[in-house]
């Protein structure tokens, strides 16, 4: 079996420029991101007049790419993101603290559905966001009164705009979140929910967390993970995982998106192997699993091929299976068979090399 590589040390991403909008600027939790930012060394930092982002666009595609994925921007999130929405199948709700990511996956699923250039927002309304999820709690009907996903209680996912992880230096949005997931005294029982692929896990490891969050880490076959540019290798994020499980934390593995290219069964395999040894030693292991095949629309193959014209990332709508979502919306699968292949393989080698594991659901 061919194994994964030695953990690297995490990657903390710099932003070049940081823009502050003028409603953001009132906001306390602000001052804690200014103040970490200036600890990361940056100091092109400007307070817009406004709340409308400007400066972002560059000539061509390409340099309004660059000059966006190298900002950050402080905001106010709109009224429209603390009306929480649902999230199939990860969770109850979607709670944003961010939205836009600092890595550069050629697969990047918020390609074509976020509008504007791809910078980084943060919302600076913390406070409110998190006052907000009282009103949620025992509401939810996507894992709240399942059989199978009950008892994590009303389920909030942070994650599905943005790599909270990857930011969480600059920000301190995830390590509040969690304390107040783990402290706060709702009605009913809840969990935080967060996927990442960077490792930097340190200031997570002794927050009061109270078993109310679960961290998963977003991992790949050595083939796929090329396509994952600006993030952590990784066995450096598995090393995280490992870290927070023996933190006491619920845990889990997103593969995702599951590719199959290069001898993909020994790869794939040589990933949960590595999974299974870093996680061999945790008492009382919560680990579950999510499996997410490799999917796009016509409008993110647009965006992505424009963000990145020489990629080798298959995104051939004649190799693939048409699908509609409830709206009529169409992204593109693997064909049925390639489908069934891969769970079938999936299914037997999470059995044998992760018998612990539950998963969670197949897409």
């Known amino acids: 079996m061919t194994a994964l590589p030695t953990p690297a040390r995490t990657r903390l991403w710099t932003p070049r420029h940081v823009v502050v909008t003028r409603s953001a600027a009132e906001r306390p939790h602000t001052a804690e991101i200014l103040r970490r930012v200036e600890a990361a060394g ?72 976020l509008s504007g250039p791809p910078v980084t927002r943060v919302y600076a309304d913390l406070d409110e966001i998190l006052a907000g999820l009282d009103a949620y709690v025992g509401a939810g009907h996507i894992t709240s009164g399942t059989e199978d996903r009950g008892h994590e209680g009303t389920t909030f996912e942070a994650s599905c705009y943005t790599d909270p992880l990857g930011i969480e230096h600059l920000t301190g949005s995830l390590a509040a979140m969690i304390t107040h997931m783990g402290t706060h005294a709702f009605a009913g029982p809840v969990q935080l929910r967060a996927t990442t692929k960077f490792g930097a896990v340190g200031p997570l490891l002794d927050l009061p967390h109270g078993g109310r969050t679960r961290i998963r880490s977003s991992v790949n076959s050595t083939s796929a993970a090329r396509f994952e540019g600006g993030t952590d290798p990784v066995p450096t994020r598995l090393a995280g995982l490992g870290a927070l499980a023996r933190a006491g934390y619920s845990v889990g593995l997103t593969i995702a998106p599951i590719m199959p290219v290069g001898d ?24 579950t699993v999510e499996c997410i095949t490799h999917r796009f629309t016509p409008g993110s193959k647009q965006v992505l091929e424009g963000w990145y014209p020489r990629t080798k990332l298959e995104m051939d709508p004649d190799a693939r299976t048409r699908k ?40």
């Open 264 to 287: 993909w069964r020994t790869e794939y395999g040589a990933l949960l192997d590595a999974a299974a040894t870093e996680l061999a030693d945790v008492p009382g292991l919560d680990l």
């Open 42 to 113: 940056v100091d092109d930092v400007e307070f817009l007049r406004g709340d409308r982002l400007t400066g972002l666009r560059g000539e061509d595609e390409r340099a309004t790419y660059a000059r966006a994925k190298a900002t950050l921007a402080v905001v106010v999130s709109p009224p429209s993101k603390r009306k929480l929405q649902p999230i199939p199948p990860s969770a109850d709700w979607r709670v944003d603290l961010a939205e836009g990511c600092p890595a550069h996956c050629q697969y990047c699923y918020l390609a074509g559905s």
């Open 324 to 363: 509609f979502g409830k709206f009529g919306a169409v992204k593109y699968v693997y064909p049925a068979d390639a489908m069934r292949e891969l769970r079938t393989w999936f299914g037997t080698a999470l059995a044998d090399r992760l018998p612990v594991a539950r998963t969670l659901y197949w897409t």
